[in-house]
């Protein structure tokens, strides 16, 4: 039996040995390095290394050039020769500071940042892990780069270079998220992610409508979450964490399991995270008109105005939520792979604070303003094939099926009837793409997509008294939206240092909606659209040294009406009413940016970015007449008539820069700012202040890391917005807002200090703690309807197999 084994092991030595399977891993601490790119033109390859660091090259076999990448270490470029003489292990060396990294959403496919004419922030699971972000939204924000609002604690809002909502796309694993219903106002729909399960994200700053269609107009915010991990044995490959956290400010309970089986040819993933929030408690130190002095209760069939015991904890806020992912991979060979994920999110109801804190006659207005559970899942299969010759190098086919379910449920005080809207949307996709090397400087990128969205709208009044529901009026009329689209984009690399890139994108849109006219006397009953969409962009990057670059694009986006814009029926705010508009065009933005890195002898390294947008025919909100009347009935009120229409111009410019240096010792800095400014045509051709330009933020970190040990002090910071350099919808707001000297509502700005610390215990356990906040300010980020958490302890234990 022993010599059976020798052999055995022999025979294995052998095969691997015949295969030129290489191990790639960490210079200083010999770690094997997962998910390694190794790519070459001649012959066309592109491997990742598998979850042991180890990749087989023997498709390289003859390969001049062989790029070696991964974020956080220095590229390597070697001979296919070189690469198997080096013997089982290829070590890569960190990077002390690089202008190259890989991306995919710039073109769907991985590729190096140096050939990318735009901005783009990557932010890695390790990244993640370290800054402990309880939802989806925060990752985005503690990353410096994007600004979060938030109108109650189940939201998150983000903000890119003054778009937001419905002009800037949400994509998770390629596939787009965003639907027919999203809308300018606020949207939370960034939550339905689960942080734990998000293995990279990406943004991409500008308009990205060449590759993603409409809404792409500030930018795109790419999640790509959790693959199955294949063995490179016969043994099945067995990995997964569990995390548990707690934090003060909110008495946040997570807890999280995540495991991944892998076989050569087949993989499997589960990820289960459940999270329960309680009401959140603000700062000790900052405006008192931010405090919660009083919030109503349901008592003995009665509405009561309770005064707050503790006026700094804000009620109610809290809410709960469970994420599910499950991902099923079969790789037959090394020129197929199929990956099916389902994944799925739900929440339980919760406050929608900001509008509990409008008053009327001295009393708040509302007894009740609830989100119902936020439901979200998708579908989502991917088949990737890798071609040698013919039309394509690399091809991709998504299938999707995404299901969405949002409902409102309000009340007036002392009032017994409780209003209720539901809406579900199912949402289908399927998309087409390719690349193709051309030659060693042409590449070509392109592809095809379509969607369709089915939007069904409810709506109950229910008497709480007498339990009595009848018909309400429903929110958006009975709804489909379609897109359908062709994109072509070639990339020249004109010689080693210069890389020019143009596209261009048709898109054609349909839109049919039917106006249920029982509650409201609309002059027609239904509403079509059906146009067309031309958007393109062209770029270079020049690099004069390894060490600097630069770059300059230009680039247009659309945003195509969608059933919210043309369809909706809500309250605006008191007494303003949104009716149906459907008379509308899409949206139009033209954008202009260079961009210069410079990375000095490896130790500093300095990034800017200045941009122009314009917005022509900018959908807004206006005063507007139904069959001739400025005002009408609703909800028992007067309300001023409004509508969404093509009515404004609008225009947004600023900076972004951004700073590291790796000091000795282990120790680092880095630091983020971004301006920006943006006014908006009114009625009278004025201008007013961009409602979602947000004033200048940033953060600095300084950090120290050592070998199991990781220590960061941050610091946030916000500018303040005057009372005339807010938005003119914003004026009226007075219940969001603190109060100026002259009695006027102002944003004021704020900072935050916070720590956080990482220790690795074992090599499978390890331990996050930090302090967020610690000078324990009471702030309101700009725009945002709930007041940001004050002193935060956090704590989490997280065990990895």
Do not use: C
């Amino acid at each position: 039996m022993k010599k059976y084994i020798i052999l055995w092991a022999l025979l294995g030595a052998y095969a691997e040995s015949y295969a030129q399977v290489i191990a790639i891993k960490d210079r200083e601490d010999s770690r094997p390095l997962e998910r390694v790119t190794l790519s070459s033109q001649e012959p066309t390859v592109l491997l990742l290394s598998g979850a042991k660091g180890k990749v087989d090259i023997t498709a390289f076999k003859g390969a001049d050039r062989i790029e070696i990448r991964s974020v956080g270490y220095q590229t390597q470029t070697v001979s296919y020769d070189e690469l198997a003489k080096s013997g089982l292990s290829l070590y890569l060396k960190p990077a002390s500071l690089s202008l190259d990294q890989v991306v995919v959403t710039a073109n769907r496919w991985n590729q190096s940042s140096r050939d990318v004419p735009v901005k783009i922030t990557t932010i890695s699971a390790k990244e993640v892990a370290f800054q402990n972000p309880q939802t989806a939204a925060d990752l985005l924000g503690q990353s410096g780069e994007v600004f979060i609002q938030k109108s109650q604690q189940g939201g998150g809002s983000p903000m890119i270079r003054g778009f937001s909502t419905n002009r800037l796309l949400i994509t998770v694993d390629g596939v787009r998220m965003n639907t027919a219903i999203f809308r300018s106002g606020n949207l939370q729909n960034v939550i339905s992610l689960d942080p734990f399960s998000i293995e990279n994200t990406e943004v991409v700053f500008g308009p990205g409508s060449v590759m993603y269609g409409s809404d792409a107009i500030g930018g795109v915010m790419s999640f790509y979450t959790l693959m199955p991990k294949l063995s490179d044995s016969a043994k099945p490959l067995v990995s997964g964490s569990a995390v548990g956290r707690y934090s003060s400010a909110n008495s946040e309970l997570t807890g999280h399991a995540d495991v991944s089986v892998g076989w050569k040819k087949w993989g499997i993933a589960t990820s289960i995270s459940h999270n329960n929030f309680g009401d959140l408690r603000m700062g000790s130190h900052g405006p008192d008109e931010y405090l919660r002095k009083e919030y109503v209760e349901r008592i003995d069939s009665e509405d009561r105005v309770i005064q707050n015991q503790d006026q700094r904890v804000q009620r109610p806020t809290g809410y709960s939520q469970i994420n599910l992912l499950q991902k099923i991979r079969f790789k037959p060979n090394g020129r197929w792979d199929f990956n099916y994920g389902f994944q799925y999110s739900t929440t339980s109801n919760y406050a929608r604070y900001d509008r509990l804190l409008r008053y009327r006659r001295n009393l708040p207005r509302s007894a009740e303003w609830n989100y119902g559970p936020q439901e979200w899942m998708m579908n989502n299969l991917t088949i990737t094939n890798t071609a040698s010759g013919g039309l394509y190098d690399q091809m991709s086919i998504r299938l999707a099926h995404q299901f969405f379910e949002e409902s409102r449920i309000d009340r007036d005080l002392n009032d017994s009837e409780r209003r209720t809207t539901l809406e579900k949307v199912n949402a289908f996709s399927a998309s087409i793409d390719f690349n193709k090397q051309l030659n060693d400087k042409q590449k070509l990128f392109y592809g095809l997509e379509a969607v369709y969205d089915d939007v069904v709208s409810t709506a109950t009044n229910l008497d709480i008294v007498t339990n009595v529901s009848v018909p309400g009026a429903p929110r958006y009329p009975k709804s489909n939206w379609a897109s359908y689209a062709a994109y072509l984009t070639y990339q020249l690399k004109a010689s080693d240092n210069l890389t020019f890139q143009a596209g261009a994108r048709y898109n054609q849109f349909v839109l049919n909606s039917t106006f249920e006219t029982t509650f409201y006397p609309f002059p027609f009953t239904t509403a079509k659209l059906n146009n067309g969409a031309l958007t393109g962009s062209a770029g270079l990057v020049y690099h004069p040294a390894s060490t600097w670059s630069l770059s300059a694009n230009l680039s247009t986006g659309f945003r195509s009406p969608n059933v919210d814009d043309v369809g909706k029926v809500f309250e605006s705010e008191p007494g303003s009413v949104v009716i149906p508009n459907p008379n509308l065009k899409a949206e139009y933005a033209y954008n202009a940016e260079v961009g210069v890195a410079k990375v000095f002898g490896n130790r500093v390294k300095v990034d800017l970015t200045a941009y122009y947008t314009y917005l022509d025919n900018a959908l807004v909100r206006r005063n507007f007449t139904l069959n001739g009347q400025d005002s009408i009935q609703y909800n028992g009120e007067l309300s001023q008539v409004q509508a969404i229409q093509n009515a404004a111009k609008a225009t947004v410019y600023g900076i972004q820069a951004g700073l590291e240096i790796k000091l000795p010792a282990g120790f680092g800095l880095s630091s983020h700012f971004t301006y920006q400014k943006g006014d908006e045509e009114l009625d009278d051709g004025t201008t007013s202040p961009l409602r979602h330009a947000a004033p200048w933020f940033g953060i600095t970190r300084l950090s120290y890391t050592a070998k199991k040990l990781r220590l960061e002090l941050y610091g946030m910071y916000n500018d303040k917005v005057a009372n005339s350099e807010l938005a003119q919808e914003e004026q009226g707001k007075d219940y969001m807002y603190a109060i100026d000297a002259d009695g006027k509502p102002y944003s004021p700005g704020w900072y935050t200090l916070n720590f956080k610390a990482h220790y690795q215990l074992t090599d499978l356990l390890s331990i996050n703690a930090g302090v967020e906040n610690f000078t324990d300010q009471r702030y309101r980020p700009y725009s945002s309807g709930i007041v940001a958490p004050g002193r935060n302890v956090i704590v989490s234990l997280r065990a990895r197999f």
